[in-house]
């Protein structure tokens, strides 16, 4: 059973940072996607990072950087490094893997790709 679990959501001040995690288990693959989406109340989800087999990567202009996505493939986990958070920031987080048949890269990854595995998502709140 694939499971994603997503850690380090909280509440922080504008200007600070988070990092998040999201470890996956019974899941590899050498060709993948894989993403971490948001969505605010009220609005639609989005793809705000996205890293392919290729190694590229991919960023919504909102969070360029100031956000950063990277794995840990000895360890099977995505992670997105936060910082300047905005309060426009604030979402629920969740991350996104997937096997894909050919290598991809991150615009593919974060734009296009339907995503197979999806974590339970994390709170971030960001104050003014």
């Known amino acids: 059973q694939v499971q994603l679990v997503e850690s380090g959501g909280g509440s922080v001040q504008s200007g600070g940072s988070l990092r998040l995690s999201c470890a996956a288990s019974?899941?590899?693959?050498?060709?993948?996607?894989m993403a971490w989406f948001r969505q605010a109340p009220g609005k639609e989800r989005e793809g705000i990072a996205a890293?392919?087999?290729?190694?590229?990567?991919s960023y919504t202009d909102s969070v360029k950087g100031r956000f950063t996505i990277s794995q840990d493939n000895a360890n099977n986990t995505l992670y997105l490094q936060m910082n300047s958070l905005k309060p426009e920031d604030t979402a629920v987080y969740y991350c996104?893997?997937?096997?894909?048949?050919?290598?991809?890269?991150?615009?593919?990854?974060?734009?296009?790709?339907?995503?197979?595995?999806w974590g339970q998502g994390t709170q971030v709140t960001v104050s003014s």
């Open positions: 890293i392919g087999s290729t190694g590229s990567t």
């Open positions: 996104a893997e997937g096997p894909t048949t050919y290598n991809r890269a991150g615009d593919y990854c974060r734009v296009i790709y339907d995503y197979v595995y």
């Open positions: 019974g899941y590899t693959a050498s060709l993948y996607c």
